[in-house]
């Protein structure tokens, strides 16, 4: 499991809290950096998992324990503590067959404020690219391409992999090259392409650093043994490769589903594509959803039981997972549980719905009674705050709800996204007489 490197990953370390107590290295290979973990604090105890005999060996004289026993195979629970401060997975996922497998079960051994700390190899650098545009792709004894290596992942994907375990991923840094001939390149390839700037750092970028926390709803046992209703899900599209790179990949979406798809293809306007969907809806719920939205294991359970919470106050409702409001100051506050790209917006402390005043576009729901209708006059921008306006007018209300989910844009920060600015004075102009709300809107973006 271990790469045997005899050295400290030193950015890693730093991100491993001093004052963690009890901490488990998976993979702990010599135990160098658990040593490093007691030298900076001398109270903390260390705990080393490593299959491979000699190198456990040498660790058990540098840690407090040392197991030799495989994450993916062995009952390590029924063997260890299950209220680690701490658990490290340094340069391992990677080596593993089942990484959200070894994820749940590291997920169920955390303490209340426990998180697991995470460094992963980039698929995405630069050097990779050159190998496969000049047709050799070949492995090595170490590095990116070390041929121990079984999963291959970029940013999305470790993002994807952590919320199918039922985690909340950061990202806390990167390792990253200089930039050279190749990677400048290459970089005006992806600007050639229209797509985000954010892969332009990511070709420089051989190494991601993750922090990651349990999601506040932890019972996936409980959710499977409660009676849910299946959903409609209707997407607005222009890109099947993205269509099918995130919503058709997700779990909720595998063989055997249980919920009706409906895909607009080419729609004029969001309004155009959703309204349609919406009479062709056969379900009771029905939720819009762009195409770049990736719906991890579990989402439908998790969100259907904020919608049930929701549907018992008896008022008419819409609820998305991203949503903002005003503070008393006036300045727009986030609330929800959404990874955007590569920033992890998190602002919810229950798996609770919790009110706002407007939702982004990305994903909202309604009951497909409820008589609202999206407005063709604003493309494919603003059309959730338009609705969530639409909903406050007839003293209905607005939520998020905690059902975590990775909203993997292509769309440039720099750069509006074509037709923004029009939406935007068609929707100021049809809220005129709500100028806080349109303010509200248009600091949090309107658009994602």
Known sequence: MSLNYNSINEPLLKRIPENAQLVLDIGCDTGLLGE????????????????????????????????????????????????????????????????????RTAREM???????????????????????????????????????????????????????????????????????????MLANCIKQL???????????????????????????????????????????????????????????????????????????????????????????????????????????????????QVSQLGMPWTMGCLGALRASSGRAILNGAVIDRDTTLSSMSAARPSPVETLDDLLIAMPRDCGLRFDPQLGFHFFGADICLQNSARNGKNYVGYAPCFHNSQVTATHPPFGFHESKSVFEKKWSSTPALIDLCVKTGGSN
């Not at 029924?78 to 089942?98: P, R, T």
């Not at 650098?125 to 792709?137: A, T, V």
């Not at 121990?148 to 806390?172: E, N, Q, W, Y």
């Not at 890109?239 to 058709?248: F, I, K, Q, S, Y």
Request: proline residues 4%.
């Open 194 to 308: 229209e797509y985000s700037e954010l892969n332009e750092e990511n070709l420089r970028t051989f190494q991601f650093l993750f922090e990651a926390s349990p999601m506040l709803t932890r019972f996936d046992a409980e959710l499977e043994q409660k009676s849910f209703n299946p959903l409609t899900f209707v997407i607005c599209t222009n890109d099947r490769d993205v269509l099918n790179t995130n919503v058709r990949a997700s779990p909720i979406f595998q063989p055997g589903h249980p919920h009706q798809i409906i895909i607009k293809d080419k729609a004029k306007s969001a309004a155009e594509g959703y309204n349609q969907g919406l009479q062709e809806a056969e379900n009771a719920v029905v939720v819009f959803l762009r195409d770049d939205v990736y719906l991890p294991h579990n989402w439908d359970m998790m969100f259907q039981d904020q919608v049930n």
């Open 36 to 103: 490093a973990i007691k030298i900076r604090n001398p109270d903390a105890y260390v705990v080393g998992l490593e299959m491979n005999t000699e190198s456990a060996a040498e660790a058990k004289n540098r840690l407090d324990e040392v197991h030799i026993l495989n994450i993916e195979k062995d009952n390590i629970k029924g063997k260890l503590s299950n209220c680690f401060d701490a658990i490290v997975f340094g340069d391992v996922l990677e080596h593993l067959y089942y990484p959200e497998k070894a994820l």
């Open 110 to 184: 955390l303490s209340d404020n426990g998180k697991i700390y995470t460094c992963v190899p980039n698929m995405q650098h630069y050097s990779i690219l050159q190998m496969l545009l000049r047709g050799d792709f070949q492995y090595r004894d170490v590095g990116l391409l070390d041929r121990t290596h079984i999963r291959f992942m970029t940013m999305a994907s470790i993002m994807k992999l952590f919320l199918d375990a039922g985690m909340m991923p950061k990202k806390r840094g990167r390792l990253v090259n200089e930039s050279n001939a190749v990677s400048a």
